[in-house]
């Protein structure tokens, strides 16, 4: 098989992981399709050189997470709103009677980084070290942002929930 | 009592699974991956597309403005007193030959195949590239970070100058060149900091990007990104593509070589205690060695040179990983010259600026790490060389 075939079984087989990733990221589908765009060129362009496929997937997140962090900074002074206020309780659906909608809200007030780490720690199931490794933070801000999440999570469940 | 961990990892599930996507076409990533490589090649495509009509169309002009039948077929055409091209050949060097990539010695710029292009005032060179004809070079008059630098033309006079740090840099395919302009704080004078990308002939348009740095100078050009050592105050390593705003680095302090085929930044952290090779596009760390810089990625980007802080003792090493492939040695010789600086002339061959027995000497190291002279023995006292930048 040749690079562009591979490129394109794995294309197929892992893209709606990315996908799901980037929403989960940039918290708005438009924006994570951007991220996912460009994730794929540069993981296009780079496939050549990446001897071991099996670290195709963990290459491809890096790239992914990279990219959030560029545009999180390119972006923050006009569009970031930091609030400590959950915004209002969506309304109920058949899932789970709206709690994990309020949680999904909730994460996305959440400042980028500690989103990233969130998303990182508790979707991709990395660990402390890993989700340091990947935003490039350390290990310490790793667990203060999630600690921070954590409590004001917490603090913000509905009463009976908590 | 809900665990709000488990509420976040349900939550976050729940999320994901319930967003729908559309997959990507194959052809929509090789469309945006062609995107990205024009944005940075399309200042060096004109140009390529400009000179090849002056190469093309000339001759065919003048022929057809005569009788077919009475001319005789057009002689090979010769570019004009261009500087030949700094990037590193494809050839390999002819061991024991002379250079084939441009060096400096002195006020004198020697290019492969013999000619010499001389400055007209000898302020010294710490750094140069071809550029619109003539050479864009930074000279040795440091001041506090910062140095002179130059444009000179194909006669070699001087038709523009910057207040710069570091040197300037062409892209790996010699096409694009960048560099830093900044107002020298003590001149008194106010002008913005600027990261420079242009045509390397400079026929096509000149980018620049305003800088919130202090006297930043580029280390290099990976992919349509620009790597940029931040200088005084925030320091740093940052890269930009002169569109959005400059994204920092964090897992390096400082940055002294690109590698734009592999995708690859050398710099180190800790006071430059600890030498790394990061990946330009994760930011994530492939390796990292106490006690060492890590310079001067070969054109291929499989090999780099890794400098031991005490002692000074080079190796050659793999870049993506560090393993050591051979230590830097002077063959027949009882003492290790002293290696002031060291660039790749090719995949498989350094060009050394060699201090040994008080002379300057240019020197070729091999794969294995042997070297072998690159040309005859400086003088005494000699300046020393330095070779054109390339990322």
């Not at chain 2, 261009?82 to 002195?106: F, L």
Request: with cysteine; glycine share 10%.
């Amino acid at each position: 098989m040749d690079a562009r075939s591979e490129f394109e079984a794995w294309l197929v087989a892992r893209e709606p992981s990315l996908q799901r990733l980037a929403h989960l990221l940039a918290g708005d589908p438009h924006d994570a399709r951007d991220l996912v765009q460009k994730t794929l060129a540069k993981l296009y362009l780079a496939w050549g050189r990446l001897e071991d496929r099996h670290d195709v997937d963990a290459y491809a997140r890096r790239i992914l997470v990279n990219e959030h962090r560029s545009s999180w900074r390119r972006t923050a002074r006009r569009r970031e709103i930091v609030t400590a206020d959950v915004p209002e309780r969506p309304v109920d659906d058949h899932h789970d009677d709206g709690l994990r909608d309020a949680v999904w809200s909730f994460v996305a007030t959440l400042p980028p980084r500690q989103r990233a780490v969130i998303v990182l720690r508790y979707y991709e199931q990395l660990t402390e070290p890993e989700t340091a490794e990947v935003l490039g933070i350390s290990v310490g801000t790793v667990k203060s942002q999630a600690h921070r999440a954590i409590a004001s999570l917490r603090a913000h469940l509905p009463q009976e929930t908590r | 009592m809900s665990d709000p961990e488990q509420l976040l990892r349900d939550a976050l599930q729940d999320r994901a699974e319930r967003t729908s996507y559309d997959a990507t076409p194959l052809a929509d990533v090789e469309s945006g991956a062609y995107r990205l490589r024009r944005r940075r090649r399309t200042v060096g495509a004109a140009l390529t597309a400009a000179a090849a009509v002056v190469v093309v169309v000339v001759p065919l002009a003048v022929v057809a403005a005569q009788d077919p039948e009475t001319v005789p077929a057009p002689a090979p055409t010769t570019t004009p007193s261009v500087p030949t091209p700094t990037t590193t050949p494809t050839t390999p060097a002819p061991s024991g030959g002379p250079p084939q990539i441009a060096y400096a010695e002195g006020d004198r710029i020697h290019e492969p195949g013999g000619r010499v292009f001389q400055l007209p005032r000898d302020l010294g060179v710490s750094g140069f590239v071809a550029y619109r004809g003539g050479y864009l070079v930074a000279d040795a008059r440091y001041f506090e970070g910062s140095v002179g630098l130059t444009r000179y033309d194909a006669g070699g006079r001087a038709v523009a100058s910057w207040t710069s740090a570091g040197r300037p840099v062409s892209s790996a395919d010699g096409l694009v060149t960048t560099w830093t302009s900044f107002a020298p704080p003590e001149s008194g004078t106010t002008a913005p900091t600027l990261v420079h990308v242009a045509s390397s002939t400079g026929d096509g348009p000149e980018v620049t990007q305003e800088l919130d740095l202090i006297q930043p100078s580029v280390v290099g050009m990976v992919g349509v990104d620009v790597v940029i050592e931040g200088g005084f105050g925030a320091g740093g390593v940052w890269a930009t593509d002169l569109v959005s705003a400059p994204r920092r680095i964090e897992v390096l302090d400082r940055a002294t070589d690109v590698s734009d085929a592999q995708g690859l930044i050398a710099g180190s952290v800790d006071q430059d205690a600890i030498g790394r090779v990061v990946d330009a596009a994760t930011g994530e760390v492939l390796w990292e060695r106490q006690g060492v810089t890590v310079s001067a990625f070969s054109p291929d980007g499989r090999y780099a040179v890794a400098t031991a802080s005490q002692g000074g003792r080079r190796e050659i090493v793999e870049a993506r990983t560090g393993e050591v492939l051979a230590e830097v040695k002077a063959s027949g010789e009882e003492h290790f010259p002293t290696l002031l600086e060291l660039t790749w002339e090719d995949d498989g061959h350094l060009l050394g600026d060699l201090a040994f027995n008080c002379c300057a000497h240019l020197g070729r190291v091999d794969l294995d790490g042997n070297i072998t002279p690159a040309r005859p023995r400086g003088e005494i006292g000699g300046t020393g060389f330095v070779f054109a930048a390339t990322s």
